[in-house]
């Protein structure tokens, strides 16, 4: 069974801190990893995508792989009160299909 | 920007009744998908439709389901007889078509659909 697994938290952080949102995978296959944000009771919202080992930095969002560990990470730098939502980690192989974690609830305070 | 669009907003249905969920994609899409989520629980994949067939389906994507681009435009999810556990929030997702790991999908508003 293919699977994404999160911490469902919630996490809390002061404004202007730093997240760490973490999501381990169980398929060597996969190839792409996703971050959506969801707000309750709306759709997921893409916020990056990576499918190579190391860093890649968007903004104020930086995600980061380790294909030996399968294990993705989001960072959030400077956390603002619209942050608080559930971060949504996915999973993808060559068939397109997203196999989803749980989610992360992150409550960013001000 | 280009938006994935869905209706209804919300379906209420009777058990055994059938159902047809809408989805208008993003004009330049190619791959089309449906997930579902219960709610409090993982968003599920149902099935993944390109070039007019299915290109990829769930487990949970049975006899009782089917998809469809009846135009140029729109695409549709009918579930034929539901049951109760289909309850749930049913997302429209479409995405360009590039190289499988860089496709990303963009998800449209979700319906909710409430089975009784």
């Known amino acids: 069974q293919k699977e994404v697994e999160q911490n469902s938290g ?3 952080v002061p404004e202007g801190a730093i997240a760490s949102l973490n999501c ?19 759709s997921p919202e893409l916020i990056m995508f990576i499918y190579s080992n190391g860093d890649k ?15 993705v990470s989001l960072l959030i730098r400077d956390s603002q009160p619209s942050d608080s939502a559930t971060y949504l980690c996915a999973a993808a192989g060559n068939n397109r299909k997203l196999i989803w974690g749980l989610g992360t609830s992150l409550a960013v305070n001000p | 920007e280009p938006e994935v669009t869905q209706t209804p907003s919300h379906q209420v249905t009777q058990m055994g009744q059938e159902v047809i ?26 099935v ?18 089917s998809v469809e681009r ?3 435009s729109n695409f549709t999810l009918k579930i034929r007889s539901t049951k109760l556990e289909d309850s ?11 190289a ?8 449209g508003p979700g319906t909710r659909l409430t089975v009784l």
């Open chain 1, 10 to 12: 919630p996490l809390s």
């Open chain 2, 21 to 46: 969920l809408r989805c208008v994609p993003i004009s330049n899409h190619l791959y089309f998908y449906w997930y579902r989520q219960i709610l409090g629980q993982k968003v599920e994949f149902l």
């Open chain 1, 57 to 71: 930095e968007d903004g104020r969002f930086t995600a980061q792989l380790n294909k030996a560990s399968q294990y």
């Open chain 2, 88 to 98: 749930a929030m049913y997302f429209c997702a479409s995405s360009v078509g590039l």
């Open chain 2, 100 to 107: 499988s790991f860089t496709d990303t999908q963009y998800f």
């Open chain 1, 24 to 42: 381990t995978y169980s398929d060597r296959g996969s190839q792409s990893f996703f971050w959506y944000r969801q707000y309750s009771g709306k």
């Open chain 2, 48 to 65: 993944s439709f390109y070039n007019n067939e299915i290109s990829e389906k769930s487990e949970i994507f049975d006899d009782q389901f």
């Open chain 2, 70 to 72: 009846p135009d140029g």
